[in-house]
């Protein structure tokens, strides 16, 4: 662990700034919704739902480029995951993630050993954390997200002004580019976008933090994929852990993608990303899907 001071006023301060300054251009100078007539473009909260043909990067390029902006991707390449799924992660996000932009891989693992060799491209560095086990908590996803949050707080807050958080067992396929950057990003299930909302697998026991009723609901959001600013990412895992320990303490367990979509239920999200970023190509490929840019590879997780 790396010991550091940090004034929380200067860091406030700086925070302050960059939201005055992180407001995107207009939506309607860089976002078409009528280019997807196929598909569902704009949520009812009127979020931008981002397809390929959508919106025009050139227009965000050129307001990113001033900002000088750095975004950071955290993976998890816990136990759970293969060595060649962190290889084949770190690989293609070097040639596909955020082009042009300064890059910071975060990747956390339970073993130094389970790093591969990582070569990276121009603006691209990284840094292995590794995941501190609690022998309170048997749920990897609790202790990931526990570990992940305490190095938020330490390092990550000060050094990205964007932050992704994804699993390891995905591989860019195109480019996942600024278009996807904004306060608070959620990733559409392949799984279950093209199904109706009741038979969305929702927590439904009335008993837990994650609770939905069965007549509610927007969309279904996939956990291997979340982001936005460092603050949004943040509060998003605080109230995981919150709703996990409260389940807990009433004899419960539910999952941690129950709890995200409980959240994103509650506090909807400024930008959802389409299947198109995060799909399985087990599944047969519909039209509506037009360019994939992460293949998520469900096989064995």
């Known amino acids: 662990m790396v010991s550091t001071y940090t004034d929380h006023r200067e860091v406030a301060i700086v925070t302050e700034q960059w939201d005055q300054e992180a407001e995107e251009p207009q939506l309607?100078?860089?976002?078409?919704?009528?280019?997807?007539?196929?598909?569902?473009?704009?949520?009812?909260?009127?979020?931008?739902?981002?397809?390929?043909?959508?919106?025009?990067?050139?227009?965000?390029?050129?307001?990113?480029?001033?900002?000088?902006?750095?975004?950071g991707l955290a993976v998890d390449a816990s136990g759970k995951f293969l060595y060649q799924d962190l290889q084949q992660f770190i690989q293609s996000a070097n040639k596909h993630f955020m082009i042009g932009y300064s890059v910071i891989f975060y990747i956390l693992v339970d073993s130094f050993s389970r790093v591969p060799p990582i070569v990276l491209g121009p603006l691209r560095t990284f840094k292995v954390f590794l995941?501190?086990?609690?022998?309170?908590?048997?749920?990897?996803?609790?202790?990931?997200?526990?570990?992940?949050?305490?190095?938020?707080?330490?390092?990550?807050?000060?050094?990205?002004?964007?932050?992704?958080?994804?699993?390891?067992?995905?591989?860019?396929?195109?480019?996942?580019?600024?278009?996807?950057?904004?306060?608070?990003?959620?990733?559409?299930?392949?799984?279950?976008?093209?199904?109706?909302?009741?038979?969305?697998?929702?927590?439904?026991?009335?008993?837990?933090?994650?609770?939905?009723?069965?007549?509610?609901?927007?969309?279904?959001?996939?956990?291997?994929?979340?982001?936005?600013?460092?603050?949004?990412?943040?509060?998003?895992?605080?109230?995981?852990?919150?709703?996990?320990?409260?389940?807990?303490?009433?004899?419960?367990?539910?999952?941690?993608?129950h709890h995200l979509n409980k959240y994103f239920f509650i506090k909807k999200p400024t930008k959802l990303l389409s299947p198109e970023y995060n799909w399985d190509p087990s599944f047969r490929t519909p039209p509506q899907i037009k360019c994939v840019k992460i293949a998520w590879q469900s096989k064995g997780v």
């Open 131 to 257: 995941i501190f086990r609690d022998s309170m908590w048997e749920d990897l996803n609790f202790i990931y997200m526990k570990n992940l949050h305490d190095y938020i707080i330490a390092h990550i807050q000060h050094e990205v002004n964007f932050l992704f958080i994804m699993t390891a067992n995905q591989i860019f396929k195109d480019d996942f580019g600024v278009e996807t950057l904004g306060k608070s990003v959620a990733q559409l299930s392949a799984w279950w976008y093209f199904k109706n909302v009741k038979n969305f697998p929702y927590e439904r026991r009335s008993k837990s933090a994650a609770f939905i009723p069965f007549e509610e609901g927007d969309f279904y959001y996939h956990s291997a994929i979340f982001g936005g600013t460092v603050q949004e990412v943040l509060e998003l895992i605080t109230e995981y852990q919150k709703g996990a320990i409260q389940d807990t303490k009433n004899g419960l367990s539910s999952t941690y993608e």
């Open 28 to 71: 309607s100078k860089w976002f078409n919704p009528k280019k997807r007539p196929d598909v569902i473009t704009t949520t009812g909260w009127l979020a931008p739902v981002i397809w390929q043909g959508t919106y025009d990067r050139q227009v965000l390029e050129k307001y990113y480029k001033r900002l000088n902006i750095t975004i």
